[in-house]
């Protein structure tokens, strides 16, 4: 016989609450007090939270986004741009994006452009 659930409806908003303040799904977690295989498992069986933590995702990156101009703005005292680069990368699936020149006459390949991507949002 299967445990009762601790989901209950009111778990979505505290979601989105948690991950507007950029939180991870880990950490949003923890806070509800349930492992994240847990929360995987509610995500698919519950189309609300599914929604939620849909939701929740986007406010989350647009906390972090948020965080960035502002940093490089001057808004934020100590910014890191290193540490904001390397979390936009592994938390929102930024990368590099390197375009190499193979035409040399030595056969050598240099990078030409290095730039930082953002996912494509269409």
């Not at 979601?15 to 994240?36: D, E």
């Not at 929360?39 to 929740?56: H, L, P, R, T, Y």
């Not at 502002?70 to 699936?93: P, Q, S, V």
């Not at 190499?100 to 390949?109: E, F, K, P």
Request: glycine share 8%.
């Amino acid at each position: 016989m299967a445990r009762p659930t601790k989901y209950k409806t009111e778990m979505c908003a505290e979601v989105v609450s948690f991950m507007r303040k950029g939180y991870s799904k880990s950490v949003v977690s923890a806070k509800l007090g349930i492992c994240p295989d847990t929360f995987s498992v509610w995500q698919k069986d519950n189309a609300e939270f599914s929604a939620a933590v849909k939701e929740g995702e986007l406010l989350s990156q647009l906390f972090w986004e948020k965080a960035g101009i502002d940093g490089m703005m001057g808004e934020i005292t100590g910014f890191n741009a290193t540490t904001w680069i390397f979390n936009m990368k592994n938390r929102h699936g930024w990368r590099d994006k390197v375009e190499v020149d193979n035409t040399s006459s030595d056969g050598s390949m240099s990078p030409t452009r290095i730039e930082i991507v953002a996912p494509d949002e269409s």
